[in-house]
């Protein structure tokens, strides 16, 4: 299961789709998703300055 974006509270700075290496992050008004190619790294919640990624509870 890929990482969940908290939409209202991300700002759309773009710092997660920076780091997401396998392209899976895409900005547009927030961050999406895609599912099919988010590997679970956890970058893009270590850069999230807004805490606004997380992955589902079941896989913490």
Do not use: H, W, Y
């Given at each position: 299961?890929?990482?969940?974006?908290?939409?209202?509270?991300?700002?759309?700075?773009?710092?997660?789709?920076?780091?997401?290496?396998?392209?899976?992050?895409?900005?547009?008004?927030?961050?999406?998703?895609?599912?099919?190619?988010?590997?679970?790294?956890?970058?893009?919640?270590d850069?999230?300055?807004?805490?606004?990624?997380?992955?589902?509870?079941?896989?913490?």
């Amino acid at each position: 299961m890929a990482v969940k974006i908290d939409t209202d509270v991300c700002v759309g700075c773009g710092c997660c789709s920076d780091v997401c290496t396998p392209g899976a992050l895409e900005l547009r008004e927030t961050a999406e998703v895609n599912q099919a190619f988010c590997i679970e790294c956890k970058q893009c919640i270590d850069m999230c300055p807004a805490l606004a990624i997380r992955l589902p509870a079941a896989q913490e």
